[in-house]
């Protein structure tokens, strides 16, 4: 079985700041693991995706993740906020190789972005 | 236009009433999927299926069911809607790790 547990349900930063939201998963087969953001009012937008190739994975709008199999983890950061970050954020797994996207989410993160 | 269409958008409904989803792609994509969003409890997949004549439950399909007309329509329906049914609910479809979500039916059960 797969789970995410994503730790923080809302953080606050700054504007210029470090965006760092965390994301623990299990799973018992090596997962694909990805970050999508909502933001209000709107649909899902795919940030990025880790599928077995590189652990430090690039995405839009200036935002990275990596994967570290030890720690069991997919972060997300981002150098430098910006008020336009502000959106709820899902981490997700899938177990299923690739073959398609049963995926099991996270419970969210909700960032906020202070001027 | 839009590769993943959900209608209707909105839909306000009594408890007891039927109500239908409906998921169209022209993506040309065999899986489909329907996932349902509650605040403070992320996605959780309802059912999904990977060809037309495969039709399978997900983690919460209790109180739904779904058709699947043809390869490009999916639908949602509750046969008989309660409260906790009020959510936003998506369709995907996917091809290898390429996901695309639909756009999302908010539906709210007075």
């Known amino acids: 079985a797969q789970s995410v547990t994503q730790l923080g349900s809302h953080v606050s930063v700054s504007e210029g700041a470090l965006v760092l939201l965390r994301c623990n998963y299990s799973s018992s087969v090596p997962p694909y693991l990805f970050w999508y953001v909502q933001y209000p009012n709107q649909g899902l937008q795919l940030l990025l995706k880790y599928t077995s190739a590189a652990t430090l994975v690039k995405g839009i709008n200036g935002f990275e993740a990596e994967f570290k199999k030890s720690e069991t983890s997919f972060h997300l950061t981002k150098p430098s906020a910006h008020m336009s970050d502000a959106a709820e954020y899902f981490c997700a797994v899938s177990d299923s190789g690739g073959s398609n996207y049963k995926l099991t989410f996270g419970k969210g993160t909700l960032l906020t972005v202070n001027p | 236009d839009a590769d993943v269409t959900q209608t209707p958008r909105n839909r306000i409904t009594k408890t007891g009433k039927r109500i239908m989803l409906e998921c169209s792609q022209t993506k040309g994509h065999d899986r489909m999927y329907w996932y349902r969003q509650d605040p403070g409890l992320g996605l959780r997949l309802i059912y999904y299926s990977f060809d037309v004549k495969d039709i399978n439950k997900g983690e919460i399909s209790d109180g739904y069911s779904v058709s699947r007309q043809a390869q490009a329509k999916f639908s949602l329906s509750l046969e008989s809607a309660i409260p906790n049914q009020t959510a936003l609910y998506f369709c995907?479809?996917?091809?290898?790790?390429?996901?695309?979500f639909g756009p999302g039916t908010r539906l709210t059960v007075l």
């Open positions: 995907a479809t996917s091809e290898g790790t390429r996901g695309f």
